[in-house]
């Protein structure tokens, strides 16, 4: 999807997440060009920064909000949280539920991974790519924010490519923590195998 130069902050309001915490703004924009309700948390004074710390987080309702164990996605989101309350940063939050596909699709994808198949095939088995993400609103918003020199806080190696090749530059990845239990080992397992994430998995 082509970037958005009309990308503009709409909104920017300050949220109080946490009373001992750094403070924190939510901006929305207009302009973005998948029409998405994407939002920006703004910890602190990352505009202050050389090379602020950012979190690209894609929804996960199942796990950020109800604390699944399919995934590390909410584990993924809180750790970030943390980090940004004490040194600051910018989380975008980004609407874009089971990588792409919807929570229903993705729920439905879960139902064919219990059939043993992995996540990955589970998506093609719906008529989906591997991931249908795209990271074209999180560049706008990023450029809309004035942010051009970053650190990135991610396992996946894909998000930093996709900034790079639009002129956000990227000095530093910063992998989140490993966040593995029984149910989601054979999922992180699939990151690692299909998509390169960096991730380290203890072997049996």
Known sequence: MPASP??????NVPIPLSEKAIATRFV?????????EHIAIIYGSPEQQEAPLIRIHSECLTGDVFGSQRCDCGEQLHEAQRIM??????LL???????????YNKLDAYALQDT??????????LGFAHDQRDFTPAIDMLKALGLKRIRLLSNNPHKAD??????IEVTER????VYV???????LKAKVDQQDHSITLKQN
Do not use: C, W
């Open 162 to 167: 996709d900034l790079v090749k639009a002129g």
């Open 181 to 187: 239990n029984q149910y989601n080992a054979e999922y």
């Open 28 to 36: 929305s924009f207009s302009g973005l060009n998948d029409d998405k």
């Open 6 to 11: 009309s990308a503009k902050i709409r909104a």
């Open 174 to 177: 910063v992998q989140t923590g």
């Open 85 to 90: 309350s004490a040194e600051g940063g910018v």
């Open 93 to 103: 939050y980004l609407r874009q539920e089971g990588r792409g596909i919807g929570l």
């Open 116 to 125: 043993g198949v992995d996540t990955y095939t589970a998506n093609e088995m």
